[in-house]
């Protein structure tokens, strides 16, 4: 951070976007393949030796069937009082089998009920270990014992972009922060940029009203100081009352 302080990385004149994530499962993929978004010629997969250090660079987190009969009932994904007696990884689904009852459930689905509702229903004993959610990514093999399903797998994050974990390797064997940044980033090198005069963010929608409390003195808000009388912003969606 740092080395490369006032510095981004530019593709086309423009910053590019250098999206990141923790740990892989061995390699990285195309943005197109994650995000369905246009191939990106600076964020093409690359192989990665050096995330080893990470927590989650191999995982293994055993549920057993009652508890994950607990969970997906609560995501609408099992019927309620039937048991589970197996479960299975094939392709892109996860097979769950009762007594008298199965569902073919997409991996994606079933892996964000179980993180959605593990640590809702069972705090105190999900996500397990050092695990930073219950199931840290979709690249698992599921096997079924007698009483539970054992899920082993690689990596936390969506796989696109600068590996955290692997960075932090690279950096332990030398590599300097424009060698990291290039071998992620399609050979981009760091450039001096200046830093925008505005910069818009999306803070949230939806909302009936919104509490505003400057950080500093002088604040304003669409041009407006923010004192401490009630002040009315309209806009496409309506009007929100800020105060102080």
């Known amino acids: 951070v740092q080395r ?3 510095q981004v990385l530019l593709y086309g004149d423009r910053p590019a976007d250098t999206v990141y994530f923790s740990t892989s499962n061995g390699h990285t993929y195309g943005n197109e393949q994650v995000f369905g ?3 990106l010629p600076y964020l093409r997969p690359v192989v ?3 995330d080893g250090a990470s927590p989650t660079s191999h995982w293994r987190v055993t549920l057993p069937f009652t508890d994950l009969a607990t969970f997906l009932r609560a995501g609408d994904l099992w019927p309620d009082g039937a048991r589970i007696s197996a479960v299975r990884r094939t392709g892109p689904n996860v097979r769950v089998a009762g007594p008298g009852t199965s569902r073919s459930i997409d991996a994606g689905e079933f892996r964000a009920t179980v993180n ?7 705090p105190t004993r ?3 270990g050092v695990l930073p959610t219950t ?3 979709d690249w698992n093999d599921i096997a079924s014992g007698p009483h539970g399903a054992t899920l082993t797998g690689r990596g936390w994050g969506h796989g696109v972009g600068m590996v955290q974990w692997g960075a932090y390797g690279k950096a332990r064997l030398g590599w ?9 980033y399609g050979g ?3 450039t001096p940029y200046p830093e925008p005069g505005l910069i818009h963010v999306v803070v949230a929608s939806g909302l009936e009203s919104l509490t505003v409390k400057p950080s500093t003195a002088g604040a304003t808000i669409e041009g407006q100081p923010l004192g401490r009388e009630t002040l009315r912003v309209s806009g496409e969606a309506g009007v929100v009352t800020l105060r102080r």
């Not at 959605?116 to 069972?122: E, V």
């Not at 300097?176 to 992620?184: N, T, V």
């Open 4 to 6: 490369t302080q006032g």
């Open 37 to 39: 978004s246009s191939p």
């Open 48 to 50: 990665e030796h050096n």
């Open 116 to 122: 959605t509702w593990a640590p809702c229903l069972m």
């Open 126 to 128: 999900y996500p397990t």
């Open 135 to 137: 199931i840290p990514s």
């Open 176 to 184: 300097s922060a424009e060698r990291i940044l290039g071998f992620y």
């Open 188 to 190: 981009l090198t760091p």
